[in-house]
């Protein structure tokens, strides 16, 4: 199951390429290389609007047995973290999990 919470938020083109980009790809990522083939396979993707900080928190988990205390480095997902000038947290210790913020000028 994918299971999506996104906030309505306008971002500039630009940062919605890349973050469209490296969501693809945290998906893509799940699903070839995080799960046993007889796992329930759990994804969640949850986006929010944090209107007094004027930023975005960005969370996304999977419940990969295969990634579960593994160093994972996703060589394309931080370099779309570059281009999105964020410093992405990543953590393994129940699946694979990458979070942000970012501020976004209004």
């Known amino acids: 199951a994918i299971n999506f919470t996104l906030n309505n938020v306008k971002i500039n083109p630009d940062d919605a390429m ?3 980009l490296m969501i693809t790809e945290l998906i893509i990522n799940s699903v070839k290389y995080a799960f046993h083939p ?3 396979k759990e994804i969640n993707l949850h986006v929010e609007w944090n209107k007094i900080e004027q930023e975005i928190a960005f969370n ?3 419940n990969g047995e295969l990634s ?3 160093e994972i480095r996703p ?3 931080l370099q779309l ?3 999105l000038a964020v410093n992405p ?3 393994s210790e129940t699946g694979f999990c990458l979070t942000f913020t970012k501020k976004i000028e209004i």
Request: overall charge positive.
């Open 68 to 70: 579960k205390g593994k």
């Open 38 to 40: 007889s796992q329930r």
């Open 89 to 91: 947290i990543l953590n």
């Open 81 to 83: 973290g570059q281009q």
């Open 60 to 62: 996304y988990q999977d």
């Open 75 to 77: 060589i394309l997902v």
């Open 18 to 20: 890349y973050l469209g």
